[in-house]
């Protein structure tokens, strides 16, 4: 996969999963197990927006391959989806998330894998053009 698609990708999920938090809220969570109130509702819509934002990044950056700014994205996203996969983790054990615990952690650990195999890829070719 080259990493244009990649990153197509990488702003295409975020971006459905921010419109259903944003729009349907309670019908993601009921899938999740999550309890929904008045108040995670709220919490829900925000983290809707925010991944909205995560794809919009996401979905400018795919056309600029080799660029620092796009390394230091892709580090970002590195970065979200491993703190939001022990977050996942820890709501599991704890029997927050209590329906389908599976699909965040495949979802996480692609995303933590693929942007890491990207992202190496590229300090390895660097390192060889410098060597």
Do not use: C
């Amino acid at each position: 996969m080259r990493l244009k698609t990649f990153m197509t990708i990488a702003a295409v999920v975020p971006a459905f999963f921010g419109i259903s938090l944003l729009f349907t809220p309670a019908s993601l969570m009921e899938t999740n197990g999550l309890v929904v109130n008045d108040s995670a509702l709220l919490f829900a819509r925000s983290v809707g927006g925010m991944l909205l934002g995560v794809a919009v990044i996401n979905w400018r950056a795919r056309k600029d391959e080799g660029s620092d700014t796009l390394w230091g994205i892709m580090r970002g996203n590195i970065g979200i989806h491993v703190l939001a996969l022990i977050t996942d983790v820890s709501a599991i054990y704890h029997h927050v998330i209590t329906k389908n615990p599976a699909f965040s952690i495949v979802v996480h650990v692609f995303f933590i894998v693929a942007f890491g195999y990207f992202y190496l890829g590229r300090q390895s070719s660097a390192q060889s053009k410098v060597g």
